[in-house]
């Protein structure tokens, strides 16, 4: 079985930054895709940031304030959020695509809450 286990988060002032990290735990064989998601109260979840052998893609919405890296070696990824604004306010959850011995599925973390004060 995988585990995706989240840190970081938390009540932040509109402009400040934030640092989230993911680590991925469990009969791993492989990553493929790790990536960051947000669900704000009455909206669906949405696709913040995620990145595969080097690649990155983000939202509209975060370019040029979030970032997103990986370390492979600790299966961990993590989202770096600069200039923080009201709307960037959700729970986010990690994602990863993940091959185990035997098996291929996606996995997601038990999400982490984020508040941006204006």
């Known amino acids: 079985q995988v585990q995706l286990v989240e840190s970081g988060g938390g009540l932040v002032q509109s402009g400040g930054s934030l640092s989230l990290s993911c680590a991925a735990s469990?009969?791993?064989?492989?990553?493929?895709?790790m990536g960051w998601y947000r669900q704000a109260p009455g909206k669906q979840r949405e696709m913040v940031a995620t990145?595969?052998?080097?690649?990155?893609n983000y939202a509209d919405s975060v370019k040029g304030r979030f970032t997103i890296s990986r370390d492979n070696a600790k299966n961990t990824v993590y989202l770096q959020m600069n200039s923080l604004k009201p709307e960037d306010t959700a729970v986010y959850y990690c994602?990863?695509?993940?091959?185990?011995?035997?098996?291929?599925?996606?996995?997601w973390g038990q999400g982490t809450q984020v508040t941006v004060s204006s």
């Open positions: 990145t595969s052998d080097g690649t990155t």
């Open positions: 469990g009969t791993i064989v492989s990553i493929n895709v």
């Open positions: 994602n990863a695509a993940v091959r185990t011995l035997g098996s291929y599925g996606t996995y």
